[in-house]
């Protein structure tokens, strides 16, 4: 049960029978405990149209609600505030039902739509970099919570497999290489696209040549056709690997070249509809034309946007806009769906409102939105590079993630494990630091990657919750207790720390349909992390395995459901779970 829903509901229905009107009771949890869990505000907005003060209006609101399960009191403060507080025979009830859950009590929605999730996205001959790893590990996570309640989704990579670069790569080998590609591999692809760049830019009899290349590509050339998939398969044994190290697998690897017999046609039809015409030669969408030429404006600020968006250029190219106008056709027409989301750096977000635009134009019925994020800087506020000053590669820094959770692992030693058994667990350590640190942001920030700051065994990181988690699980082990046999009819919220920990408890379904409603995985780090400092309260003050009867079952329930609910929100986050570190 989303428990804030549910009480929102219920304090709804009970002004609509007090007063007679709808109204939203504005239910906020309370900032000072001591005054109860949730308070609600709508008595200053009815005092109005009720023709009554503030605090009349709370009081009958009260007095309405006396007698409800779920407050064990309901209090008028100030000028017509109420002060809830939840009673704790209903939540223990409550927080009994989770327990005997598979689901925890997250309900499904109750319309579940089909969503393409674009994320990750790397271009080929350049490395996967850290910008890229924000979008997959968000990307992940966000897919992950969306199936939890119950939407169908198809995770897409959209590799950037196509354009410019396989003109300067082809030119470039010719010109470096004799045309031979044997013996080259990524970092030799890298250089040539590198040194091929440089060429370009000093030599336009090159840049001319490299432009002649990608056009013969573009036509189907078997030479040139030959060498892009050696580039394409040279990326990809560079890239999968990384994939399989996060754990990560997509549904399709539909990259830019996969629309390149649509983009004509879809040109074409921006020309018949009149959203793009031409100029120069090239054609181009004139946003600040809209209102003229279609009757109705641009939305936002594209409404006054004289920069045109080019589709085609004059020598008969495509560009990436027009890629991703045809994909949103694509996901529509073919793929049945009825969101995407794009999990694509803030700073391309005027691309994807122009694209959506478009698209909206169109008519296509498809919800399209940008989940943005920002980037991820050094120490210094500048983008995370390495020391030569190259943008510092996935391979590396999971490496060092690796590594450093070792080392604490086994300067801490908390569970006196192997080194063996360390080196194993240092994997999944170090990786889950990584997405956790990246994760716990709120994802339209920047973030300084700290490597210090990342294997942290007391803060907010990812191994910190694991441990948790493995934590939990030996107070099972050390008990020989199944926590999934366990069963109670409520748990009983006795001392203070019982019902703190039982409050945080409660929230949890809430926490997954907020998170995934607003992309914002985050949410879910907060959750956990809270989740854990009260769990430690408790297990301070409240013998488990050494208390007896009622008391002990019930400790032991609120003590499974804290793992339960680490575990399965590690899991939507997608950080392995440890048994021991
Ligand atoms: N390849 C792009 C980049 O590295 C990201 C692709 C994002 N997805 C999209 N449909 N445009 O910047």
Redesign the pocket.
């Known amino acids: 049960m989303r428990v804030e829903q549910h009480l929102e509901a219920r304090v709804r229905q009970t002004i609509q029978e007090a007063l007679g009107v709808d109204a939203d009771p504005l239910l906020r949890p309370t900032k000072d405990p001591a005054l109860g869990d949730y308070q609600l505000n709508a008595a200053f907005a009815l005092a109005k149209s009720q023709k009554s003060s503030p605090r009349q209006i709370a009081e009958r609101i009260a007095q309405a609600l006396q007698g409800a399960p779920e407050f064990a009191s309901v209090e008028v403060a100030g000028g017509g505030f109420i002060n809830l507080r939840l009673s704790e025979e209903w939540m223990g009830e409550v927080l009994a039902q989770m327990l005997g859950d598979q689901r925890l009590g997250v309900p499904l929605v109750s319309r579940p739509e089909r969503i393409v999730v ?1 994320y990750s ?3 080929i001959a350049k490395q996967m970099h850290v ?2 790893l924000r979008s997959t590990i968000l990307g992940h996570a966000i897919i992950s919570l969306l199936r939890f309640i119950g939407h169908e989704v198809i995770g897409d990579n ?3 497999d196509w354009g410019t670069q396989f003109g300067i790569l082809i030119a470039a080998l010719r010109e470096f290489r004799g045309g031979d590609s044997s013996g080259l591999d990524i970092s030799g692809l890298e250089a040539l696209y590198r040194d091929g760049t440089r060429k370009a830019s000093e030599d336009p009899a090159f840049a001319e040549r490299a432009r002649l290349e990608l056009a013969r590509l573009q036509q189907g050339d078997a030479e040139n056709r030959a060498l892009w998939e050696r580039f394409v398969a040279l990326t990809r044994a560079e890239i999968e690997p990384i994939y399989e190290r996060l754990g990560v697998r997509f549904d399709l690897w539909l990259g830019e070249s996969f629309y390149q017999p649509m983009l004509g046609p879809t040109v074409q039809m921006l020309l018949e509809r009149g959203i793009a015409r031409e100029d120069e030669g090239a054609v181009c969408v004139f946003f600040n034309e809209w209102k003229e030429r279609l009757g109705e404006a641009a939305p936002g600020r594209l409404a006054n946007h004289k920069e045109p968006l080019i589709v085609k250029k004059r020598d008969g190219a495509y560009l ?1 806009s027009t890629t ?1 106008i045809a ?1 949103v056709i694509y996901r529509s027409e073919e793929l049945r769906a009825n969101r995407a989301l ?1 999990v ?2 803030m700073r ?1 977000s005027l ?1 994807f409102e122009q694209v959506f635009a478009i698209a909206k134009r169109l008519g296509y019925p498809i919800e399209l939105e940008h989940v943005g994020f920002g980037a991820v800087l050094d120490a210094e506020g500048k983008p995370l590079k390495t020391r030569e000053g190259k943008a510092i590669t996935l391979a590396a820094l999971l490496d060092e993630a690796e590594k450093r959770a070792f080392e604490v692992m086994k300067s801490e030693n908390i569970f006196e494990i192997s080194v063996d058994e360390m080196a194993l667990i240092a994997r999944a350590v170090g990786i889950g630091a990584v997405k956790y640190a990246d994760l716990k942001q709120n994802r339209l920030s920047d973030y300084v990657f700290d490597f210090d700051k990342l294997i942290d065994l007391k803060g907010n990181s990812g191994p910190y919750m694991q441990y948790a988690g493995a934590r939990v699980r030996s107070i099972f082990r050390k008990g020989g207790i199944d926590p999934l046999g366990l069963r109670v009819k409520r748990v009983l919220l006795q001392s203070p720390e019982e019902r703190s920990l039982g409050r945080v408890l409660l929230r949890f379904p809430e926490i997954i349909h907020r998170a995934a409603q607003a992309r914002e995985p985050h949410q879910l780090t907060d959750h956990l992390y809270a989740l854990s400092r009260e769990f430690s309260l408790f297990f301070e003050r409240c013998p488990v395995l050494r208390s007896e009867g009622a008391t002990r079952d019930s400790r032991l329930a609120l003590t499974a459901l804290v793992g339960a609910q680490i575990q399965k929100g590690l899991e939507l986050l997608g950080i392995e779970a440890v048994e021991r570190m």
């Open positions: 674009d996205g790397p271009n910008g890229h959209h590799l950037g990436y991703d994909t794009y694509v750096d391309q691309h």
